[in-house]
């Protein structure tokens, strides 16, 4: 019976790392995620953009990056252009600002295949891991506890399903926008 809650736990996980993936594809919808994690040298190291300034959202395509440390600016700016995300950013005084070019209907569909592989990869995870359990549901003794605990099973496997399709067509519907 432990097993269907350790399940449960994984499920949560891919869930989780789902979102995080579909975070970063990037929408219509600036968003920080988008280039919070590039990495820029500074004093001999790379930290990412998140660790030297703030990064704000300004409707509706721009993002603004405001360097803590104003020598910082053009090593940001940089990092960013060369992270070849296809957007520049210019910089104007200390702050550096990124407008989010309209996604081309390419583009778009593009993005769809990347929203359908990273979920498959998700799905194939979550097989595997109902596949493990339920080798143990069957290596049960009791049938009724082994029918019960198959059903448990399924509706557990069914609601993250569910929980999968709605991230994705939500992702889908931020895309077509």
Known sequence: MEYLEDLRQTFERFINELKDELSTIRTN???????EDID????????PVKQLGTISIEPPRNLIVTPWDKNTT??????????????????SGNI??????????????????IVG??????????????DEVNKRVNQESDEDTKFGN?????????TFNNKVDELVQSKLAEIAQ
Do not use: C
């Open 150 to 158: 198959k059903e448990k099973l399924q509706k557990l496997v069914d």
């Open 29 to 35: 919808r600036p968003t920080p995620k988008l280039i």
């Open 40 to 47: 820029v040298p500074y004093m001999e190291q790379f930290l």
């Open 117 to 130: 592989k990273s979920t498959e990869q998700i799905r194939i995870k979550m097989r595997v891991a109902r």
């Open 96 to 113: 550096i600002r990124i407008t989010l070019p309209q996604l081309t209907d390419e583009r778009r569909k593009e993005l769809e295949k």
């Open 74 to 91: 053009n090593s940001i700016s940089k990092a960013i252009e060369d992270a070849k995300l296809g957007f520049m950013p210019s910089v």
